[in-house]
């Protein structure tokens, strides 16, 4: 899918979407089947996140299994809205944001709970240069 395909209809346009979405995150489960910062493992509850959003990616990047993580709908969230990141060694970055409040009830972690992958790096670095604490 890129983004100078015509398309003959909105319809079509948005089955292609759908199958890149699709394939992104049967790329995450291969790589990492499981909530990347508590280690969860239940497909149903598990959000394939891109961590450089899919608005600033480049088309290949898009479906780049390292533009991701899966992640439980907290943490995606939290992560989406930039409230938390992770550092090169798989730390847990958090907004000034998060109260303590905030931070207590959502139990989260110091650590990502698998380590990062030098591919994820760029992806990684990007989303708490332009994301995180914004």
């Given amino acids: 899918f890129t983004a100078n395909q015509n398309f003959t209809s909105e319809a079509e346009r948005l089955v292609m979407i759908r199958l890149t979405q699709y394939k992104f995150r049967k790329k995450l489960f291969d790589l990492h089947p499981y909530c990347a910062v508590t280690g969860y493992k239940n497909p149903q509850l598990l959000t394939a996140s891109h961590i450089k959003p899919w608005a600033k990616c480049e088309n290949e990047e898009r479906n780049d299994e390292y533009n991701g993580l899966l ?6 969230r939290l992560f989406d809205q930039g409230l938390i990141s992770f550092d090169q060694s798989g730390n847990t970055l958090l907004s000034s ?11 989260i972690p110091s650590k990502a709970y698998f380590g990062f992958h030098s591919k994820h790096q760029y992806y990684l670095e990007f989303h708490r240069d332009t994301i995180f604490g914004k």
């Fill in 71 to 76: 992640l439980i709908p907290n943490f995606d």
């Fill in 97 to 107: 944001q998060l109260t303590y409040v905030d931070k207590e009830f959502l139990k």
